[in-house]
């Protein structure tokens, strides 16, 4: 069987389906992704073939562009619309710029499935012009704004002769039911983190130590937001009975200055050993930091700030209590030494690190690709 995965260029976006293409790899099957601009990167470091749907572009591009050349819609869209149609403005327009080299990539390749992440219904539309069956691929707690994606697909469905696009297919869902309120229909899918390149500072790996908290704001809210709540919590590690180790990418911490004593530099570090090795992290509300702090079992304190899906995922880390979330406004030292003292937070962490332990893995979700494809 041959799976074409089509994501957006980017990490977050591209690194949760490189579990489920090694294991059909694993498992015979022929696999290619299809993305561009960073998305090259990340598929040679996970060494999984990639065809390019849009040379030159990368996401910032596509911000850079949309705004520019829809400056009005986006400042009405920002001034007074929801998270979710932001998104789905965005996305679905990205998708009509990338739909053409992406159908053209699925037209020479021939695959038998199709495998797309949420952000990138262009692969839907590729599906739908080969006659093949197609999944999509959550990316978290929030199911997204589909229908405005598929909105602003319009103009590529006329281009390839598609009367209508529906999302009414199978689709993975990588949330542990405990924090969505149940199963919501789709095929359950242990989120499995890649393992990175990096290796973890010797002292990272004391045992005689105190507690221990990470700090992360992605890759892309430093981008979007700049690095304010990393330089917010600089100023309150001095009042924190513990130590922080600053997970940032060289050009944003040389704009950090001075650490305290109780601030390490990381660097950029692989995320599930360094969790694995922290008490409790501080974030931007990004999905794949969430799972892979629910995945260690530690808690975590949610700085959202923005829109798209990291104020969903604050809302639910915060009633399922496995952590805290705060605007960065309201970000204080208490609420850091909480994450690390409340012995609450860090047994339902657990509790939900054990629940994602259970759901099946990607190659048990290969399995149903091939019942799909028959």
Not at 10 to 28: D, I, M, N
Not at 302 to 314: E, F, K
Request: charged letters at 20%; proline letters at 7%.
């Amino acid at each position: 069987m041959r799976i074409l995965f089509f994501s957006m260029p980017a990490v977050g976006h591209f690194f949760p389906l490189v579990p489920l293409a090694q294991a059909a790899r694993a498992t015979g099957h022929e696999v290619l992704m299809g993305s561009c601009g960073e998305a090259a990167a990340l598929a040679e470091a996970a060494a999984l073939p990639m065809a390019d749907v849009a040379p030159g572009v990368t996401l910032k591009s596509l911000f850079t562009d949309f705004h520019r050349r829809y400056r009005e819609v986006n400042e009405r869209i920002i001034a007074g619309a929801r998270s979710e149609d932001l998104e789905g403005v965005h996305f679905g327009t990205f998708s009509d710029w990338l739909a053409d080299g992406a159908i053209s990539v699925a037209e020479k390749w021939r695959p038998d499935l199709v495998v797309y992440e949420r952000m990138a219904p262009f692969g839907l539309l590729a599906a739908k012009v080969l006659g093949v069956p197609a999944v999509r691929h959550d990316l978290g707690i929030s199911p997204g704004e589909r229908a405005g994606q598929l909105r602003h697909l319009a103009a590529a469905l006329q281009r390839h002769g598609v009367q209508e696009l529906i999302d009414d297919g199978p689709w993975l869902d990588i949330a542990p039911p405990s924090m969505t309120g149940g199963r919501r229909g789709g095929w359950l899918m242990r989120p499995v983190f890649p393992a990175g390149s990096g290796k973890l500072p010797s002292w990272l790996r004391l045992e005689s130590r105190r507690a221990l908290i990470a700090v992360t704001l992605g890759t892309i809210v430093p981008r979007m937001q700049g690095i304010g709540v990393a330089q917010q919590i600089l100023a309150l590690a001095p009042e924190v009975d513990a130590d922080f180790v600053l997970t940032l990418e060289p050009r944003d911490r040389q704009k950090l200055g001075a650490l305290p004593e109780n601030v390490r530099d990381g660097g950029w570090l692989p995320m599930g050993p360094l969790l694995a090795a922290c008490t409790a992290v501080v974030h931007h509300g990004g999905s794949g930091t969430m799972f892979a702090a629910l995945d260690a079992g530690v808690p975590q304190l949610i700085v959202p700030g923005g829109t798209s899906d990291r104020q969903v995922n604050a809302d639910a880390i915060a009633a399922r209590g496995a952590g805290l979330a705060c605007a960065p406004d309201v970000l204080d030292a208490s609420l850091l030494q909480r994450i690390v003292a409340d012995r609450n937070l860090r047994t339902a962490a657990q509790e939900v690190s054990a629940e994602l332990s259970g759901m099946p893995a990607p190659s048990e979700v290969v399995q149903r690709f091939e019942e799909l494809v028959g």
